[in-house]
Structure formats: C-alpha cells, structure tokens
C-alpha cells in the first residue's frame, strides 16, 4: 500500500501523479499533462500540438492541471478557451481532468457538463458551500497542505464522502504520511483503510497494479 500523491511537482517522486510541465520529458511514472491558465497568452499551437500527443502516452493518466483563475490578469474568455479545448481533449482521450480553480466556481460548474470524463479540483481550500456546491455537481476533490492547519477545512474534510477524494502536496514540500495521518484522524478511520479507499478511487484512472 502507497501513499499516493494525487498532484505533485516533484520530478524525483515514485508514487502520485506527476505534474509534466510544457515539453518536458515525462519521467517514467504516471504524469499528467496539461496547460496552465497562467500560460494562456504564452502557450502556442506547437505546444498544444504536443499535448495532443503527450496525452497519449501511456503513463499519462490525466490531463491538466488546467482550468480558470480569477486573480490572474488573464481575460475570462481567453482562458475559458483554453480550458474548452483541454476539456474537449480529455473526452477524445477518455481520460480525467485535473483542474486548478481560483475564484472561478460557478464558471467551473458551467463547464462540469461539457465534460465526460472525472472532474478532480486539486488543492481544495475554500470555503464549505464551494465544496457542497462541487460535491453536488460530482467534482472530486483533492486536499493538500491546508488540511494541516485550516481547521474549518478540516470539518469539512470530516463530511466529505471518501470515495470522492484525493490527497496531494502538490508543490510543497512536506511528507504526504503527515496528511494522511491528519485525515485519517479526522475521519476516524486507519490510516490504511485511507490509503486502500484512495487505491479505489484511483480506479477512475483504469490503472493497475499502483505505482
Ligand atoms: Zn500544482
């Protein structure tokens, strides 16, 4: 059993989902591969040309992280474009979306049903309603270092069901049994009932055996 790291950026890492940046060499573990909404000015059609074809890598088990951010000097629309086209790609790969989201909600919601694959919002830590309103629309969510401190987070983390959820440390730097120690606590489970259930959940992603 692993403690898997649903998002991270650490190139070294064995277990979790790898975030592949912009034409990097993918490492040779699960990865996902996506555009940011940072890089939405920036990205070009040879980029996205190359997405087309990393995501059809077979370690390549999601596409983002992607998505929209409201405290970015980035028109919505611009971004909205961006991220219909990653939605759309998703889809012909049959493949989930890892999605970052910042004050952008409603939008996201917008967006669930153009989807046809699993939703995943990585590095939820916002407020409850923003999360019942997720959870009503069948977003997973992926929780990360907040967890640690952010004690409404964690009443909400206690309510949240446990076969919609994910844990991460995304770019930060701190051992992943931390969290699931803390949530396991919080959920008055053990923690290796945690891991298996999170072993369950990563069916979405037809993989097998975990890495
Ligand atoms: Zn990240």
Not at 57 to 63: E, F, G, V
Not at 114 to 133: L, Q, S, W, Y
Not at 169 to 179: K, P, W, Y
Request: hydrophobic share 35%; proline share 4%; with cysteine.
């Amino acid at each position: 059993m692993t403690y898997f790291d649903f998002h991270h950026h650490h190139f070294q890492k064995t277990t979790g989902i790898y975030n592949l940046g912009v034409e990097e060499t993918p490492p040779n573990l699960y990865f996902s591969a996506g555009i940011h909404p940072n890089l939405t000015m920036h990205y070009t059609e040879q980029q996205f040309n190359w997405l087309n074809e990393i995501t059809k890598h077979k370690n390549c088990i999601a596409i983002g992280e992607c998505g929209l951010d409201g405290l970015i000097n980035i028109a919505d629309e611009l971004q909205e474009d961006l991220f219909e086209r990653q939605i759309e790609l998703a889809n012909e790969r049959n493949k989930p979306l890892i999605i970052h989201c910042v004050r952008r909600f409603p939008q996201l919601i917008h967006f669930r049903k153009k989807a046809k694959v699993p939703m995943i919002v990585h590095g939820f830590n916002k407020r409850k309603t923003i999360g019942e309103e997720l959870k009503k629309h069948d977003f997973y969510l992926s929780f990360g270092k907040s967890v640690l401190q952010n004690v409404n987070l964690q009443e909400f983390v206690k309510e949240f069901p446990i076969d919609k959820l994910f844990l991460e440390t995304d770019d930060s730097d701190f051992d992943i049994q931390l969290l699931y120690q803390k949530v396991s606590d919080l959920k008055n489970l053990k923690v290796e009932n945690l891991m298996e259930q999170i072993q369950e959940n990563l069916q979405i992603f037809n993989i097998s055996p975990l890495k």
